[in-house]
């Protein structure tokens, strides 16, 4: 893939619920943050929902495999956050994120990575998931030429 990738930008206000008893945000409420994130990308990129995504192409969703976090500076509960993220790399099956949570003044508050993968349920093992190669169509939503 070439050009420039397309990034989901939010915001949001973070609630009580998602902090520790110092009143910090909690630090697993990031990747779930992004996570949320992910699949706003995917829709603001395809015109598609998860559930309309997952109906067209027939798969189970784009589970994560691997994760990174790097953690710059605290936010707390009546923050507006920012979260941005983009997709770095389309592997096979693979799909490589980036993602940037700031304080509304774009001061970083936390970096995370995390791969995914486009997973289909398996034809042999019911309940079981696996990898399955990413559709063109798909890939080509989240970069513009350039």
């Avoid at 520790?20 to 697993?28: H, Q």
């Avoid at 784009?62 to 953690?71: F, N």
Wanted: aromatic share 10%; hydrophobic share 35%.
């Amino acid at each position: 893939m070439s050009g420039t990738a397309l990034v989901c930008t939010t915001e949001r206000l973070v609630a009580w619920s998602e902090c520790d008893p110092a009143g910090i945000v909690y630090y697993p409420r990031y990747a779930e943050m992004c996570d949320a994130n992910t699949n706003a990308l995917f829709a603001q990129a395809t015109g598609l929902g998860k559930r309309e995504t997952q109906a067209r192409y027939g798969i189970v969703g784009w589970p994560m495999v691997s994760s990174g976090q790097r953690y710059l500076k605290p936010a707390t509960y009546g923050d507006v956050v920012r979260v941005s993220s983009r997709v770095l790399r389309f592997g096979g099956s693979s799909i490589e994120l980036s993602h940037r949570i700031e304080h509304r003044d774009g001061s970083p508050i936390a970096e995370l990575t995390d791969t995914r993968v486009w997973a289909v349920p398996h034809p042999e093992k019911p309940g079981a998931i696996k990898a399955a190669k990413l559709p063109a169509d798909f890939t080509a939503c989240f970069f513009t030429e350039g």
